[in-house]
């Protein structure tokens, strides 16, 4: 692979986004590595996303779909997308200037690499529910050090989701040899790739924040689903492959044991402060399966197997 000034696709999934996209490709097309083509998914909008003035940019290709998920918007970016080198960005997210800059660099001076990513800040809005633009200082290129963890991460991502989509860079070979995203998971299919290209892969960290991450209640993972994504991605991941890396590093049975009960927790909590009860009561109950003494799960059990009996008598 030539690597000197390879072309970057850079693929952007955007649902009735008019509100926010605007920022998003401009923190694209103002990056200061200019061999960028933009892929933007339009997943089946309503709102007039596809026509937004901002997509009229020649480095810009609207591509259409019906409404079916950002995994698959991003799988029908990768069927189209023409570079070496494959970046992602949401349409109410943002870059900081420098990012690609910063990450080609690393991937050309790096050859046993084949993902690199960095950190993110989260982007919350004002008490008036504005969303100020963010300072946005520069990346320098040249500054490649890294944070922890880096390297094989299989056993780390199954403690922390810690590649965050928007923050990665991938060389399109990673692609060609695990797949795409997995398009029956309606959330988590970022997690599952991560976890798959761990297993062929080495990934590193850069030690350097490169994008805003917008949070708002529309956000996919503000909103209550009945299934546990993350919980059953990590269960398929143990599986399929245990709880050792290609490095040999094998992950501490407790440790392991404690972000399965975190997992089921955080779901189930979720669905009993938003009165989905019987959900709740189901999540709790694999949490029990992760930590049978904690009494604060068993007061929550009992409450949302309470909640879920009433709620079937007032159906009937």
Same mark, same amino acid.
């Given at each position: 692979?030539?690597?000197?000034? +390879? @072309?970057?696709?850079?693929?952007? +999934? ?8 605007a920022q998003a490709v401009d923190s694209v097309l103002n990056q200061d590595y200019a061999n960028l083509e ?29 409404n079916a998920g950002p995994g698959s918007a991003r799988n029908l970016g990768l069927t189209h997308a023409k570079?070496? @080198? ?50 946005? +200082? ?131 909590? @979720? ?46």
């Open positions: 692979m030539h690597l000197e000034n +390879p @072309l970057v696709s850079v693929i952007l +999934p955007a649902y009735n986004a008019l509100a926010h996209i933009l892929l933007v998914i339009d997943d089946g909008s309503t709102d007039g996303t596809a026509d937004h003035p901002a997509l009229q940019d020649p480095r810009i290709r609207v591509l259409r779909q019906h570079g070496e @080198l494959i970046a992602f960005i949401d349409a109410d997210d943002l870059w900081l200037p420098g990012k690609l800059s910063l990450q080609v660099a690393y991937l050309r001076d790096h050859p046993d690499i084949s993902i690199v990513f960095g950190g993110f800040q989260r982007w919350s809005a004002s008490p008036d529910k504005r969303f100020e633009v963010p300072p946005c +200082p520069r990346i320098e290129s040249t500054s490649q050090a890294l944070a922890h963890p880096s390297g094989w991460l299989y056993t780390d991502l199954l403690l922390d989701s810690v590649v965050h989509i928007i923050t990665a860079m991938v060389r399109r070979s990673v692609f060609d040899t695990v797949g795409v995203f997995d398009t029956r998971l309606p959330t988590g299919e970022d997690y599952d790739f991560w976890l798959r290209a761990s297993r062929q892969f080495k990934m590193d960290q850069l030690a350097q924040t490169v994008a805003f991450y917008r949070i708002h209640d529309s956000s996919l993972t503000k909103v209550p689903r009945p299934e546990n994504n993350e919980y059953l991605v990590l269960q398929h991941a143990l599986a399929s492959w245990g709880s050792t890396g290609p490095d040999g590093r094998s992950v501490d049975a407790r440790a392991l044991q404690n972000r399965l009960f975190g997992i089921c927790f955080g779901h189930a909590y @979720l669905h009993f402060w938003t009165g989905r009860r019987r959900q709740a009561h189901i999540a709790f109950d694999q949490a029990l399966h992760h930590s049978f003494w904690h009494p604060k799960v068993w007061v929550y059990w009992l409450l949302s197997a309470t909640g879920a009996a009433i709620s079937s008598l007032i159906r009937r």
